[in-house]
């Protein structure tokens, strides 16, 4: 269920000192994208919760979002590239179609994300967790997926062209051709089944 955007739901706060400080660009931001403001480009939304919201849209390119927890929103067609989502929750979220080219999320968390279509050309996965996550159509051109977990991850027709994927988990994941396998393993990816 995807809640409606509230500036008064408890949903958006998290207790602490710290993020007090935070809660009146949080509140500024929210404001804003309700407004129809969707150009939000290099904000620092570091360690924010922002769950099952929809941001369908929203420009977030050179954004900082270490650490903010956006599981199960909807942020499809969106731009995302070369924003700072490294230990981001994107649990069971809808990043269709989403510009994330040259975006780190190492160590993010991706699980059931439904990735289709997304261009994440350069990005950094460096241990991600990608497990179950759909990347059907993706372009994952020069990514950085060493020590990503895609296990019963979705992969049908993605481009893996020039990507490190040493030590990538690849138990389970479908949509892979023969030659796809071969390359993955011949490139340090394990638990490939061919």
Known sequence: MIMKLSLNSPIFFRQGLSNQRQVPQLNDFLRRYQSGERDFRGIDLSDESLSWISLRGIDLSDAVLCLTMLEGSILADSNFSRANLSRVDLTATNLKRCNLR??????????????????????????????????????????????????????????????????????????????QKKWLQSKGAIKILL
Request: hydrophobic share 45%.
């Open 102 to 179: 040259g975006a780190n999320m190492s160590c993010a968390d991706l699980r059931g994300a439904d990735l289709s279509c997304a261009d994440l050309t350069g990005a950094n996965l460096y241990g991600a967790n990608l497990k179950g996550a759909i990347l059907a159509h993706a372009k994952l051109t020069e990514v950085n997926l060493q020590q990503a977990d895609l296990e019963n991850s979705h992969l049908f027709r993605v481009d893996l062209l020039n990507s490190h994927v040493n030590s990538a988990v690849f138990a389970g994941a479908t949509g892979l051709t023969t030659p």
